[in-house]
Nanobody, 125 residues
Framework: VQLQASGGGLVQAGDSLRLSCAASGRAFGSYSMGWFRQAPGMEREFVAVNTWSSGVTTYADSVKGRFTISRDNAKNTVYLQMNSLKPEDTAVYYC???????????????????WGQGTLVTVSS
């Protein structure tokens, strides 16, 4: 599976942005799709995941209520709608695919088999 993330950019605090991650390869519907982010000098952190088997979505507390993850299996694409952006959301955002179907394991980057190249989101105050 190859992943291509896009949609990043420079926005102001309070703005919205939608990231996309297009997947190539077979069986996209059988992968849990997640988003992670990494700010300069920081470790990569979990943002959100859509679990393939149940459709359950899970979010980091820092983005809950502002970000929404969704997927379109017909288009092999997962999205991250980001609203009410804050300067602390500034980071490189990565999409990732995992064969894991238990939500409890999907907050860890170690559970993911494939990674996209990342797209930069910069939120100015």
């Amino acid at each position: 599976v190859q992943l291509q993330a896009s949609g990043g950019g420079l926005v102001q605090a309070g703005d919205s942005l939608r990231l996309s991650c297009a997947a190539s390869g077979r069986a996209f519907g059988s992968y849990s799709m997640g988003w992670f982010r990494q700010a300069p000098g920081m470790e990569r952190e979990f943002v959100a995941v859509n679990t393939w088997s149940s459709g359950v979505t899970t979010y980091a507390d820092s983005v809950k209520g502002r970000f929404t993850i969704s997927r379109d299996n017909a288009k092999n694409t997962v999205y991250l709608q980001m609203n009410s952006l804050k300067p602390e959301d500034t980071a490189v955002y990565y999409c990732a695919a995992s064969s894991q179907r238990l939500p409890g394991f999907l907050r860890s980057s170690r559970s993911y088999d494939y990674w996209g190249q990342g797209t930069l989101v910069t939120v100015s105050s």
